[in-house]
């Protein structure tokens, strides 16, 4: 969660290719390093601090991923597909 909340207040994630980490950093989205990698870490981190355009992408390719796949109305046709319910009409569509 934390990661997702750091990608929705806009800050580039470098992070360990743990767990599902490297699904979630996918289609650059986030750095991911090995874990256990210290030289890895820095590096990453070097590379995200050294490069404004390599930060915008990141952020950019993350919220659009947020967007799409986290936010509320995505969150809720997932709930209704895994129950078997058609999808929701979305606020977007009402409003």
Same mark, same amino acid.
């Given at each position: ?15 360990? *290719? ?30 995200? *601090? ?19 796949? #986290? ?7 997932? #709930? ?16």
């Amino acid at each position: 969660m934390a990661l997702l909340e750091a990608m929705a207040a806009g800050v580039p994630c470098i992070a360990t *290719a743990v767990g599902g980490i490297p699904d979630l950093f996918g289609d650059d989205r986030g750095l991911s390093v090995p874990a256990q990698d210290a030289r890895a870490l820095a590096n990453a981190m070097a590379a995200v *601090a050294g490069s404004p355009e390599l930060r915008q992408r990141l952020v950019a390719n993350a919220t659009a991923n947020l967007v799409g796949n #986290y936010a509320l109305d995505a969150i809720v046709s997932r #709930y209704l597909g895994l129950l078997g319910l058609p999808p929701a009409v979305s606020s977007t569509q009402t409003g």
